[in-house]
Each structure stands twice: as C-alpha cells, then as structure tokens.
C-alpha cells in the first residue's frame, strides 16, 4: 500500500468530494474499456464519503479531506520534511490517494496517472507518505 497526499491551498476554485467525483471520473475514462468501475464509500465512523476506482485485480482510494487534521498534518511535514515548501502551513484541504499493494507492478501506469492528476492542479504540494518526501509542488 502507498499514499500519495495533495495538499491545496484556499482558492475561490475549491474541491469538494463532488468535484474530485466529476474529475477522476472524467479524467480515468479511458479505463473503462479496462474493466473500470467507480464506487463511493463512506468511513463508518465519520460518514465523510470517498471514492473506489477499481479495475479487475487492483484498486485505489480518493479521498477529500478538509479540517483541522489535514492542517496538523501539513504543519508536520513542514516542521519534518527538507525541502519542504513552506506555504504547506496554509492548506487546510487535501485529497489523498491509497493505492492498494501492486507486488507484480501491473499498475504502475495507473499510479503514475494518478500522481499526474494531482501533479496539475495549480499550487498543489504533492507529498509521498511512504517515501516521505515532496514529489512536486
């Protein structure tokens, strides 16, 4: 399992769990002819809802996170990681990728879609939870 986080600044442009939806759903439609199926879920303890992107094999979460968790995690990194850019502080939004484990690496394509989904959203601070470091900004 990997996560990918995608930690956004306040726009007049802002996410919602509906956006990233209509996105993803857009942005992966290619896929479909693969066995692509999309589905949300919803955390049992929170009811916040979140997406599944499932092929035949493999699959990832997409979640939209908003609160003061997201903003303890970003001042975190700033305060952890080299390098890191320091308007991370400001974002009190993210959206968070968790890619199942993919040991014979049949959907490395997919993962690097992905990352460049989050990679074109402008001001996007994209860090790597596994490696931890930032992937772009």
């Known amino acids: ?6 930690y956004l600044a306040k726009s ?3 996410y919602s769990h509906e956006r990233l939806a209509s996105e993803l759903s857009a942005y992966f ?9 999309i589905g949300v879920s919803a955390n049992p303890f929170t009811r916040e809802k979140y997406l599944i992107l499932r092929w ?4 990832f979460s ?3 996170e908003t609160g003061r968790n997201v903003s303890a995690d970003a001042n ?7 390098n ?10 993210r959206i968070r990728f968790v890619f199942s484990p993919d040991e014979r690496r049949d959907f490395t394509n997919h993962i690097i879609w992905a990352i460049d989904y989050l990679s074109a959203i402008p001001g996007a601070i994209i860090f790597d939870e596994s490696q ?5 900004c």
């Open 1 to 6: 399992m990997s996560v990918i986080h995608a």
């Open 12 to 14: 007049s442009d802002s």
């Open 29 to 37: 439609d290619f896929e479909t002819k693969n066995g692509l199926e």
């Open 56 to 59: 035949p094999g493999w699959n």
């Open 62 to 64: 997409a979640y939209f």
């Open 76 to 82: 975190y990194i700033a305060s952890e990681i080299k």
């Open 84 to 93: 890191c850019p320091p308007e991370i502080t400001n974002c009190s939004e």
């Open 132 to 136: 931890k470091t930032i992937v772009s």
